[in-house]
């Protein structure tokens, strides 16, 4: 049963620790992304990889935020320092996309963060 | 602008009932448009897509309608189950633009009560 892994499912830090989020897509997928969900914005998109290329991560605070995907199997999501109003639900996405045609977004199940 | 508005917020029915979410979108060229179901503490997942050329599709209890004249859509589910609460959440797609430019509503939260 294939799924996108998330860990850790949460995380409780203080104002100004490093957080690192982890997340395993599909195998065979060629897209990954990030989002952060809170109550008052919803889904808001952090940053996109295609092919373990970084295509968009306009969507994160450059001075704070830092996503990478080192290998095909793993993308990570940096936070340092982190600060309470990053305080959300992250969540990993992975899907197939060709020629800019989206196809099903998998969500994994969401890392919460609470920054203290 | 293009933007996703989905209505009601929020929505809480009898087990049985039926009921129906509503989500307008000005997002325009448009690709399709998804329904996710998010249950509390998961992630979203996908209950059906619908491109231009389609009217409605079903899966299930679940019926998603769309009227690509109007930029309407609708997700009607019938007979409702305590496991249908969760949150709805409509995602459009615009046409050329990206994988990244998803638009997405900011959901309505159901609730089915015994």
């Known amino acids: 049963d294939a799924r996108v892994t998330q860990t850790p499912r949460h995380k409780v830090t203080e104002m100004g620790q490093e957080v690192t989020m982890r997340c395993q897509p599909i195998l065979g997928h060629n897209t990954v992304f990030w989002y952060r969900q809170t109550m008052m914005q919803g889904l808001e998109l952090l940053a996109y990889f295609r092919n373990r290329a970084p295509l968009d991560d306009s969507g994160m605070p450059k001075d704070r935020f830092s996503a990478e995907m080192p290998d095909a199997t793993l993308a990570t999501l940096k936070i340092q320092p982190s600060e309470p109003r990053d305080s959300a639900v992250y969540f990993c996405?992975?899907?197939?996309?060709?020629?800019?045609?989206?196809?099903?977004?998998?969500f994994g199940e969401g890392s919460r963060l609470t920054v203290l | 602008k293009n933007q996703v508005e989905q209505s009601p917020q929020s929505l809480i029915i009898l087990e049985g009932k039926n009921c129906t979410l509503q989500c307008n979108y000005t997002v325009s060229p448009f690709s399709n448009l998804r329904w996710y179901k998010q249950d509390t503490g998961r992630g979203p997942v996908s209950l059906t897509i619908?491109?231009?050329?389609?009217n409605t599709k079903s899966n299930g209890r679940y019926t998603a309608t769309l009227d690509a004249d109007t930029k309407q859509s609708s997700l009607h589910i019938t007979a409702s189950q305590l496991s249908d609460s969760a949150s709805y959440i409509c995602v459009v797609t615009p046409n050329g633009s990206g994988a990244n430019n998803l638009f997405f509503g900011t959901g309505t939260r159901l609730t089915v009560i015994p």
């Open positions: 619908m491109t231009f050329s389609e």
């Open positions: 996405a992975s899907g197939l996309v060709y020629e800019e045609n989206t196809g099903e977004l998998f």
